[in-house]
Every structure is written in structure tokens, then in C-alpha cells.
């Protein structure tokens, strides 16, 4: 366990250089944030039924989205992995007297944590002042915030164990960019992040309900908010812990099984 601590030690010192970027990236968020609320709001002025979520609830959760993207979302990535396992230098990797799964595991986690650090604070400090019904609101009480840091929490380390299949599937498709594609933009969707679950037809929330992705953030952001109870939530921990077991294992079975038949490029 020290060498991963280490690892996401360093990770994490190293992302935390790259204010720049971070700055580029709130400026970013914070335009996508008022775009999409000034979508929905000229939905709701003109819906004919209850919408799912109050305009509030949903203003709440598109800045929790914007804030925490870097946790969330699966597009995130590592492009030195990718070289690593493109150019046949995952050999070095290789000697590590450490895990391979654990060492990705802690530097991915690292780099995503880093990078929210930067962006959030000053994205839910405005949210905060800005005019209804564009602010983020507090939490209906103490109890919903907690509930809300304990999903975030497992959430992160649940996208990071569904990112991992992402660089595992480049050990055979020697194409990043198609497994970029591929799981950004179907995990996208199925985490709420391009719109929220309670929106989308009763039979593809069915679906959504039976795959891990929308534990990743629809799940967290609804439960800031209170649209989703208490009780509900508790039990939605519960159903993280067993997806991030299960996910963890058979990841970490399935690059053990990659490993023994890679053939590194260049002999």
C-alpha cells in the first residue's frame, strides 16, 4: 500500500501544477453550465406536465456536473497509458516490483482528484451567488450533504475501476481513440452527464438502472439536492460498495489474463 500511496501522492502534486489548464477548463464549465440551465429553463417555462426534477434541483445538478466532470466523466484520460501500451513501453511497466492494476489504479485516481481540485472551488463559489434560478442550492440539511460526499467518494473510485477496462481494451484494439469513443460517449449518456436519468423514457431508465455507469454521477448529484430520500440513498451506497467490488475484481482478473498473452511491439 505505501507504493500506491506514493503514487497517488505524486500524481496528485504533479496535476496540481497545471493551474492554466484548470483555468481554461472553469471558463469552459462555467459557459456549458449557463448554456444547458437556459435550455432547460425555456423547457420548463413551456411544459405542459410536472417535470421529474424541480428547475432548482436541476440547476443544483448541472453545476455539481460542471464542478466534478473530472471525477465523473469517463472521457477523462491518461494519454501516457495510452502511449505506454501503443508503443510496446508497457515492458517497463512490466518490471515494476508493484501490481500493475494498483499502480494504474492510485495514478488514475491521483490525476482525476488533482484536476477537480482546481476546477471545482471556483466554479461552486459563483454558483453559489449567482441569481435564482441559475444558483446551486444548499442541501436540504446536514444529512444530505454527508450521504452526497459518501457517493461522490465511491463514485470516483467507481469511474476510475470502469475507466480501467477503457486502457485494457487498448491492448487489443491498439486504438485509443476508438475506445475513447466508444466508452466517453456511451458512458456519457448512461452516467446522466448529458441528460439527467429521470428524464429519459421509463424503458431506457430500466437500463440505465441495471448498469453501473449513473452510480458514477446521476446518482450523487440527485441525492445533493434531496431528489433522491434518505433511505434510497443508503441503500444506493450499498449498491456502489457491491459494483465497486465487482468491477475491481473482474478488472483486475481481466488485465491478469491480457497480460500473460500482450506481445510487446518491436519482439
Known amino acids: 500500500m505505501r507504493t500506491y500511496r506514493s503514487v497517488f501522492k505524486l500524481r496528485l502534486l504533479l496535476g496540481m ?6 483555468l481554461a477548463g472553469v471558463a469552459t464549465q462555467f459557459f456549458w453550465g449557463f448554456m444547458l440551465i437556459m435550455i432547460y429553463r ?6 405542459s406536465g410536472q417535470p421529474p426534477m424541480s428547475l432548482e434541483e436541476l440547476a443544483s445538478y448541472i453545476w455539481l456536473q460542471q464542478a466534478f466532470l473530472a471525477l465523473v466523466a469517463l472521457w477523462f484520460r491518461d494519454n501516457e497509458l ?3 501500451i501503443t508503443t510496446g513501453n508497457i515492458a517497463y511497466e512490466l518490471c515494476r516490483p508493484a501490481d500493475l492494476y494498483g499502480f494504474w489504479y492510485a495514478k488514475l485516481l491521483g490525476m482525476r482528484l488533482s484536476a477537480a481540485i482546481l476546477r471545482c472551488i471556483p466554479i461552486l463559489l459563483v454558483a453559489a451567488f449567482l441569481p435564482a434560478p441559475y444558483r446551486i442550492q444548499l442541501p436540504p440539511d446536514a444529512s444530505a450533504f454527508v450521504l452526497f460526499a459518501a457517493a461522490l467518494l465511491l463514485g470516483l473510485l467507481l469511474v476510475v475501476a470502469i475507466s480501467m477496462f477503457l ?14 469513443i466508444v466508452f466517453g460517449l456511451i458512458g456519457e449518456f448512461l452516467a446522466g452527464l448529458t441528460i439527467p436519468v429521470p428524464y429519459m423514457p421509463s424503458w431506457l431508465q430500466q437500463i440505465v438502472y441495471a448498469l453501473p455507469f449513473r452510480w458514477t454521477a446521476d446518482f450523487p448529484f440527485r441525492v445533493y439536492s434531496g431528489n433522491i430520500p434518505h433511505d434510497e440513498a443508503l441503500i444506493g451506497l450499498a449498491v456502489q ?3 465497486l467490488l465487482s468491477l475491481t475484481l ?4 481481466l488485465l491478469g489474463r ?9 519482439g
Do not use: C, D, E, N
Open 17 to 22: 501544477q497545471y493551474r492554466a489548464a484548470a
Open 42 to 47: 425555456a423547457f420548463y417555462l413551456h411544459a
Open 250 to 253: 473482474l478488472g483486475r482478473w
Open 82 to 84: 495510452f502511449t505506454l
Open 167 to 180: 486502457y485494457i481494451s487498448v491492448f487489443v484494439t491498439m486504438s485509443p481513440t476508438g475506445s475513447m
Open 241 to 243: 460498495v457491491v459494483w
Open 258 to 266: 491480457t497480460m500473460r498473452k500482450v506481445v510487446v511491439q518491436g
